[in-house]
């Protein structure tokens, strides 16, 4: 038998604050549908009070904030300050930038070096975004934050592992870094990518990837409070969905995160992955509701598939409730594979048998 797997990070250890909605580019493929025209943000004192809150939930369990957007470095001032504030309470502190400001060496050191409290930037780069932010602002933000001792890594983004643009940015980044500091997410056709992407019939499979997902451990706040379990496509519907935890306008961090503990849905896919979600359906006969397909490797589109529909995610609750089976897999799996008892004895759940 094998060992609880203890590498996990933590529940709700990690925090994502969406600080802006103005970028200084609007790639065609943004999910939250960032560009210079969009002037939401969120407000200092508000970024303040969350934070506290976040820092007094379980007494210092999040561990973790990452500031994103949009483009953070757009507003430094704001950026700074909130980074300072985070940085005050004890969180390691994370951003996430297209490196618009690193146009030569020497003034991507200046700006992270204005960015003290920052301890690890993600930069982000693609087809889409080196159209106006080209590779050399990669490799020197890369650079300076090598020579300032921060922790970094490269986000790309990609329609396919096998587009030959996506391979040749790829073999551009690893004259860089390691593969290791580099990190892969698929477009979907949501945001602003729902209006100019077409999934090609080769990235697409009949049967849904079976992958758990790690980001929906990290819950994401956006300028006007809402609650968002992941930065996926859940960031993009309404709050129908089982993934939007609630809002910091109406409740506190204390009851929205005590309330995702009990969400039986976020946690199947945490666990199990959404595929889990299409079986639990299969297997009460309603198959007929569902896809006929899905994006190869790409998660996040059962996500987007199934929660987009009121209706889905009502008959999915309904289902869960009645299915104690169900219930009793996602408690003993997150105890198992998470290392995690919050749902263990929620109700009549016997040992599992190992």
């Not at 996506?166 to 056709?189: C, G, Q």
């Not at 992955?273 to 079986?279: C, E, F, K, S």
């Not at 198959?287 to 996040?300: G, R, T, W």
Request: charged fraction near 20%; charge should be negative.
């Amino acid at each position: 038998m094998a060992d609880k797997q203890d590498v996990e990070v933590p529940f709700l250890s990690n925090v994502g604050m969406m600080l802006t909605y103005k970028c200084t580019i609007a790639c065609p493929h943004c999910i939250v549908e960032a560009g210079p025209r969009r002037k939401e943000e969120m407000k200092i004192t508000s970024a303040f009070e969350w934070l506290d809150q976040l820092r007094d939930f379980r007494d210092g369990w999040v561990i973790g904030i990452s500031l994103t957007g949009g483009e953070p470095f757009y507003n430094m001032d704001h950026l700074i300050r909130i980074a300072d504030y985070a940085f005050k309470l004890g969180f390691i502190v994370s951003v996430v930038s297209n490196a618009f400001w690193a146009s030569s060496r020497e003034e991507a050191l200046r700006v992270l070096k204005l960015c003290s409290s920052i301890n690890m930037i993600s930069v982000s780069t693609d087809k889409s975004h080196q159209i106006s932010i080209p590779f050399r602002n990669i490799s020197n933000a890369v650079w300076a934050a090598k020579k300032l001792g921060k922790l970094y890594n490269i986000a790309v983004a990609t329609e396919s592992d096998k587009d030959p643009e996506y391979l040749s940015l790829l073999d551009n980044i690893l004259e860089i870094t390691d593969r290791e500091n580099i990190s892969t997410s698929y477009i979907l056709p949501v945001g602003r990518a729902g209006r100019n992407l077409k999934i090609r019939e080769c990235n697409l499979s009949p049967v849904p990837p079976p992958y758990a997902c790690p980001m929906a451990s990290f819950p994401v706040i956006f300028p006007n409070g809402k609650v968002i379990a992941c930065i996926g496509p859940p960031i993009t519907m309404p709050s129908f969905t089982p993934l939007f935890l609630g809002n910091l306008g109406k409740e506190t961090v204390q009851e929205i995160f005590m309330r995702a503990e009990s969400n039986y849905i976020l946690h199947a896919i945490r666990t199990f992955g959404p595929r889990i979600l299409i079986d639990l359906l299969t297997e009460h006969g309603h198959s007929d509701i569902l896809p006929d397909k899905y994006m190869n490797e790409a998660i996040c589109d059962i996500c987007f598939k199934l929660f987009s529909n009121e209706s889905t995610c009502q008959l999915l609750n309904e289902l869960i409730m009645k299915d104690e089976t169900f219930r009793n897999k996602i408690a003993w799996g997150r105890y198992y594979h998470m290392n995690e008892s919050e749902m263990v004895g929620q109700s009549s759940i016997p040992d599992p048998v190992r």
